[in-house]
């Protein structure tokens, strides 16, 4: 280097140092006064230099580049009283600030929360809580980031009065609440109903929600009047992440498998030739469909090593032009490969004239190998125009994409050549199938304080959901093993291949008047919310050619694989123009509601009254002269609610709430029609009524400290026209089920949640009781006396009392925490159990089924390496529990094994 260039370097490294010496730092800690905890995301304003600063987990800031003079230091946080310390800094010097706050004691219920910068963590979820109106529970973003789960579906089911219905392959998931079924509860994102791209549901399938783009879950168990009244279980609202007052940058990786492709090949299919739309769809009118127009790499299987599941994602949030335009950017990618070993029992009277004894007429084994890539997308910008007014856009997107093989091996027992065990005709069904789901949600709102009593703001969201199952094949063949145990050739039965979408489209708006008088806040607002659903299926049956290539002719030809399969086309329109799950639903929702707060240092209470129209419209393209292709269902709920809470102190509530909602019925549930699924079909019901209830909640809360609580409660709730699925048939190796409404139904409980520390240890857990009862209709034969010598039985209707469907007796959750922050070392042990379950009720007496008790076992821990580093490890179902179904607590009806789940990864914050 020459000289000249050494000069240079030497001259700016002496006036950067310079210029440093003119400037001080300004750095601490913010710590609660009582208790000496750390007060995370306490913010720090030097108002005359336009600097916010927000402490750091362990409440540690740092403030550079301050030019010297004369400041006042601002320091406040949820909860606390805002201080303001006067400092004089100096050039060079390095300014240390030491605060203790002091809990807010006479504004309890007046709290201001200032931004959302602390909602990520458990100390600010705490504070929500229990300033809320509601009755609520929370977990932030910093739990579920430390817990030992990726996905929204696994973090709820940790959280107080929580299971998770998952379908057999485990590949849909959804929450119960208190027992609820999930079509008792609604999902919100960002306080917005999120809608849903199942062709089924109201609700999205929280498995493909990834966990690391939110910023909390939080769990209504009561309503206000604000709020929407369909949630008779409680509300699952998803918190994305908002714009913090400081810059941030995160990202996250990680890599893990499968027990399940430890032991065993994971079994895919080809995906190049699927075609998007049916033979009919993409061909013009009139078109004859061949057997050439259907691809059949998608039923040739082959068997290779499972790739591993992988994670990737990241965050960025920063805010521009004097911190009144805020950014946030996030996005997560997951690809999960799993898989579930089951069998299936159809358990039904054998011979309904002459016994009335359960026997099992099928057993299927099933093997199922899937893949689920789920991706998604927040994007949020909001501008200040002043401390007055802000206006937000965002935009959330989510991408799910399935790939499944699934194997079912079924022995019909009865007839069908059996001559004794291991004997008789048994079917083969191999099922490919791929699955494109998306949800997007563009919300615009705004916040206005229109003078220092009224606050006026609205929303307006547009939202679209969509599914797409391309070509789902089916390929069936059978063989029979003959008494002597031989085995006949396999033969082709026959070949469906199915093209299924469905499309969501959504808007709603919202407005809301807040007036503020002292101790009062009066609130009043409405929402008009209108969406449009449509439904289009096209099957298609391919049957073995009586003709073979020879000019032969036989019975079935002898399977040698679908390369070699000779066959023509059943129905060579499709059923595109007949097939009743071609239809259209139109839902439109105008609510409008006027409640009233008070609030005092020790007394709050409010209520109100919500008013929801809904008129739901649907038509079939299908003109039966049996059945009704159109029809609508118009009615009005009056929802009145209220609340009353007692402080005994500043972190010790007495929480009672009455609130009156409602569930309406899924949407294709009216559609008088058949569903087809893979294991079992589904019969709408026109005349089905939406669901009703009275809810009343009484909850004892306790804060001891920023990450503690205890809470204790009961609830009941008296449900009329509750909605439920009944196994109407079983036939075969499919069940039939339809939609009634048994009647009134009660449903109580109680519930315990609990964190505390000692030191660097800590537990967490959650009890729950739930009990409920509903009178049902169920088909009762029984060997009349009228005649000794006849076999022939008699058959009545009788009246049971039995739990609600999807009904859960005892829930607890137990999580052992050992949390080191000096060394930046985190471990969790998480015990989860669920007691007896009501998975599915039958039409006959005393045969439905329930679901055994399970165990479940998960730990997870994280390692800081450095200050942005963090190491970490996921490890779930360790002891391998079953899902298993019981009929009449000795017939074993449904067994589902998925096997632990191990990964470990990196995350990176700055």
């Known amino acids: ?23 001080a730092t300004i750095k601490g800690s913010i710590y609660d ?129 929580i299971t998770v219905q998952r379908s057999s392959g485990g590949d849909e998931a959804y929450a119960v609440i208190r027992g609820m079924e999930p079509r008792y509860n609604n999902t919100l994102l960002n306080g917005i109903k999120i809608a849903s791209p199942d062709s089924k549901n109201r609700f999205v399938q929280l498995d493909i929600i990834p966990s690391d783009i939110l910023s909390a879950i939080e769990i209504s168990k009561s309503l206000l009047p604000d709020m929407e009244g369909d949630a008779i279980g409680g509300t699952v609202n998803l918190v994305v992440k908002d714009a913090p007052q400081k810059t941030s ?19 895919t299919f080809g995906k190049s030739d699927i075609q998007a739309h049916s033979p009919i769809q993409r061909n013009p009118p009139g078109y004859v469909t061949q057997p050439g127009d259907f691809s059949r790499s998608n039923l040739s299987f082959s068997q290779e090593q499972a790739p591993p599941t992988g994670t990737l994602g990241f965050s960025f949030t920063h805010r521009f032009f004097h911190n009144k335009v805020g950014l946030v950017l996030a996005d997560n990618f997951q690809n999960q490969y799993y898989g579930n070993i ?69 022995t019909t027992l009865v007839g069908t050549g059996r001559v004794g065990p291991g004997t008789g005709q048994v079917f083969v069904d191999s099922v490919s199938e791929t699955q494109h789901m998306h949800v997007e949600n563009l919300k615009i709102s ?111 030809p002898v399977w040698t694989g679908i390369y070699n399969a000779q066959y023509d086309v059943f129905n060579t329109a499709g059923t595109n123009v007949y097939n009743p799950q071609n239809y259209k639903v139109t839902e439109t929702i105008f609510a409008e509601y006027a ?53 005994f102190a500043y972190n010790k509530n007495l929480h009672l709430s009455y609130f009156k909602s409602i569930s309406r019925p899924n949407y294709y549930e009216i559609v008088d029609a058949i569903t087809p699924g893979i294991d ?84 967490t857990g959650n009890y729950t009781y739930t009990h409920s009862e509903v009178t049902a209709s169920q088909l009762l034969y029984y060997k009349a006396n009228h005649d000794p010598n006849l076999k022939q039985l008699d058959s009545l209707h009788v009246q049971v009392k039995r739990p609600l469907q999807g009904q859960t007796d005892h829930i607890a959750n137990v999580s052992l925490l050992y949390k080191d922050n000096r060394h930046g070392f985190f471990a969790q042990l998480a015990y989860e159990y669920q007691g007896n379950t009501l998975a599915k009720t039958y039409i006959y007496y005393n045969s439905d089924y329930y679901q055994k008790p399970m165990n479940m076992l998960a730990f997870s821990l994280e390692k800081d390496i450095n200050k942005h580093f963090t190491v970490f490890g996921k490890f779930n179902n360790l002891l391998n529990t079953p899902n298993k179904q019981y009929v009449t607590s000795y017939i074993l009806a449904t067994s589902d094994i998925y096997k632990a789940t191990y990964s470990i990864g990196l995350r990176y914050a700055h």
């Open 342 to 410: 089951s069998t299936r029992a159809t358990v039904s009277p054998i011979d309904m004239m002459t016994s009335d004894s359960l026997y099992v007429t099928n057993l299927t084994n099933y093997n199922g190998f899937t893949q689920q890539l789920n991706n998604g997308v927040v994007a949020h910008v909001d501008y200040e125009f002043n401390q007055h007014h802000r206006i937000s856009v965002d935009n959330f997107y989510l991408y799910s994409y399935l790939a499944a093989s699934r194997f079912s091996m079924d």
């Open 595 to 647: 409640m009233a707060q008070y609030r005092s240092t020790r007394w709050e209470g409010g209520g109100g009254v919500r008013v929801e129209n809904t008129d739901n419209e649907w038509a079939d393209r299908v003109r039966s002269p049996t059945q009704p292709s159109a029809g609508s269902q118009i009615y009005q709920d009056v929802l009145p609610s209220a609340y009353l809470k007692y402080k």
């Open 33 to 161: 006064g009582v208790s000496k905890d750390a007060v995370s995301g306490a913010l720090i304003t030097i108002g005359k230099i336009n600097v916010r600063k927000l402490a750091d987990e362990r409440g540690a800031f740092e403030i550079k580049n301050v030019p010297p003079g004369e400041y006042d230091i601002v320091i406040e946080s949820v909860g606390y009283l805002t201080i303001t310390r006067h400092y004089s800094v100096k050039a060079g010097e390095v300014v240390r600030v030491y605060e203790g706050l002091a809990v807010d004691t006479k504004n309890l219920g007046e709290v201001k929360v200032i931004g959302n910068f602390n909602r990520e963590e458990e100390a600010g979820v705490r504070n929500r809580e229990r300033v809320a109106g509601n009755i609520t529970n929370m977990i932030s973003s910093q739990a579920m980031v430390r817990s030992p789960d990726i996905n929204a579906a696994n973090v709820l089911q940790r959280m107080s009065g």
């Open 1 to 23: 280097m020459s000289l000249k260039g050494i000069t240079l370097i030497t001259i700016s490294l002496l006036i950067s140092q310079l210029a440093l010496s003119q400037t």
């Open 249 to 267: 940058f995160k990202a996250i990786g990680s890599i893990g498998y499968s027990q399940l492709y430890f032991d065993q090949r994971y079994v």
């Open 680 to 763: 079992f079909f589904t019969q709408g019901n026109s005349y089905l009524q939406h669901s009703v209830a009275n809810n009343l909640d009484l909850r004892f809360e306790w804060y001891p400290k920023e990450e503690e609580q205890l809470f204790a409660g009961v609830f009941y709730k008296v449900i009329d026209n509750p909605i439920e699925t009944q196994l109407q048939s079983a036939s075969g190796g499919i069940e039939t089920y339809t939609l009634t409404n048994p009647g009134t139904a009660h449903n109580y409980g109680a519930e315990v949640a609990f964190t505390k520390f000692w030191g660097k240890f800590g537990i």
């Open 446 to 556: 705004g916040v206005h304080e229109l003078t220092h009593r009224f606050t006026l703001n609205w929303a307006a969201v547009r939202q679209e959901a969509a599914s797409r199952f391309p070509d789902q094949a089916d390929v069936t063949t059978l063989f029979l093993i003959n008494p002597n145990y031989t085995k006949n050739p396999s033969t082709l039965d026959a070949i469906t291949r199915n093209w299924q979408r469905n499309d969501d489209h959504e808007f709603t708006g919202l407005l809301n008047l807040i007036y503020k008088l002292r101790k009062w806040e009066i609130k009043a607002g409405g929402l008009y919310n209108t969406k449009t659903r449509y439904n289009s299926e096209d099957d298609y049956t391919l049957q073995p050619t009586t003709t073979n290539s020879a000019g032969g002719t036989g019975g079935r």
